[in-house]
């Protein structure tokens, strides 16, 4: 005879139950989602991944480069910028700034921008900017600097090693990395350099300061441009004013 | 608190998610600029990992908040739907938010407020789902 404190009761779907289940189920969701994200971002990546490679590379496709000039060569607009690869400001404006300056006004070949690189924070500056002079040589300058402001380390720590330069490189089409690792000490980037230091003081009165920023139309004398903060809206009026709009 | 309460509570914020997600689904496809306090919106929003399976991170975050609305239903049945959402958005934003700290190296300051409204519809979430077993 069976009493009743023998009879077991079925197996419910209990609150708890359906808790460790719907949480189980949540986390092999969650699980698949990172997973297809992990490996999309390693299939886009090449084996030396370096953050910003595919931003850089899809920002500046295209865009004719000249040393280190960015943009058309005929662009009635120049845009000269003075910056240390190790300026956090000037990193600020690469990556928040210029890719909008970029798409509105160097793609639509109005105005060109030149990048000249000064090294006064530090040896880490004078290694990347050698980098970039030497890339300019063979017209990838633009792709160093934004890869190097993407990547930017803490002053002067040894941030820009050898192998950052390398990977930097790697991702850069059509560039010769040997040839880029020769010109970095070569006499010519040596008179570049010193070129753009005397220009900066000449620009700047002996008060160094980056980024700072020349505009004016192409060909005539560039003059200072004073902005308030690095926001596109500080740029656009004096290219519009340039542009006769 | 009333499950009610909670409940409206957990629609308040997806609605908030949800306005982040639109901002930044809209500066995907549209290519404007983000406005940026921090500096590295651009940077997040253009990586690698802002998009999964070809799908903008933007949108699934829309997804996700459209699914906490989709549970703000009466009832246990939703309650532990929205525990599961929760579970998922936790996990994911973990993730993106490691992403952009560690590989990325720049932060959004809309993919930081994202993360906090998931995690403070966890919270609402997990509390909704025990007063609703209790009232149950």
């Known amino acids: 005879m069976a009493t009743t404190s023998t009879i077991q009761a079925p197996r419910r779907f209990t609150p708890a139950r359906a808790l460790v289940l719907g949480t189980l189920l949540a986390v092999i969701v969650a699980g698949i989602a990172i997973g297809v994200s992990v490996a999309g971002s390693s299939s886009s990546s090449s084996s030396t991944a370096l953050a910003g490679a595919e931003q850089t590379s899809l920002m500046l496709q295209g865009i004719p480069q000249h040393g280190n000039v960015l943009g058309r060569p005929g662009a009635p607009v120049k845009l000269v910028e003075y910056g240390d690869l190790q300026c956090p400001i000037c990193r600020a404006f690469a990556l928040d700034t210029l890719p909008t300056i970029i798409r509105q006004y160097v793609r639509t070949g109005e105005v060109q921008i030149a990048f000249r690189g000064i090294s006064f924070i530090g040896s880490d500056s004078e290694k990347a900017l050698r980098a970039v002079v030497a890339a300019g040589a063979q017209n990838r300058a633009w792709n160093l600097i934004d890869l190097f402001y993407v990547n930017q380390g803490r002053e002067n720590s040894g941030w820009v090693t050898d192998s950052l330069i390398r990977a930097a490189a790697g991702h850069v089409d059509g560039i010769d990395v040997s040839a880029l690792f020769s010109a970095r000490s070569s006499a010519a980037t040596d008179k570049l350099m010193r070129g753009y230091a005397a220009d900066a003081q000449r620009d700047m009165g002996g008060q160094i300061r980056t980024p700072t920023f020349l505009v004016g139309r192409a060909g005539q004398p560039l003059h200072l441009l004073q902005i308030a903060s690095l926001d596109v809206g500080q740029f656009a009026p004096a290219f519009d004013q340039l542009l006769g709009r | ?136």
Request: positive net charge; proline residues 1%; contains cysteine.
């Open chain 2, 1 to 136: 608190m009333t499950e009610l309460r909670l409940r409206s509570a957990i629609a308040a914020f997806a609605v908030a998610g949800l306005g982040v997600a639109a901002y930044l689904t809209h500066a995907h496809y549209a290519g404007g600029p983000l406005f940026c306090a921090t500096g590295g919106c651009e940077t997040v929003q253009h990586s690698r990992y802002a998009v999964v399976a070809g799908i903008p991170v933007a949108v699934l975050g829309l997804l996700g908040y459209v699914a906490f609305l989709g549970t703000t239903w009466r009832g246990q049945t939703a309650a532990l739907a929205g525990v599961c959402v929760a579970v998922v958005a936790v996990i994911f934003s973990t993730y993106l938010l490691l992403a952009q700290l560690f590989l990325i190296h720049a932060i959004c300051q809309w993919c930081v407020a994202s993360d906090a409204i998931v995690t403070i519809l966890a919270v609402l979430t997990a509390w909704r789902f025990v007063v609703a077993r209790r009232s149950a």
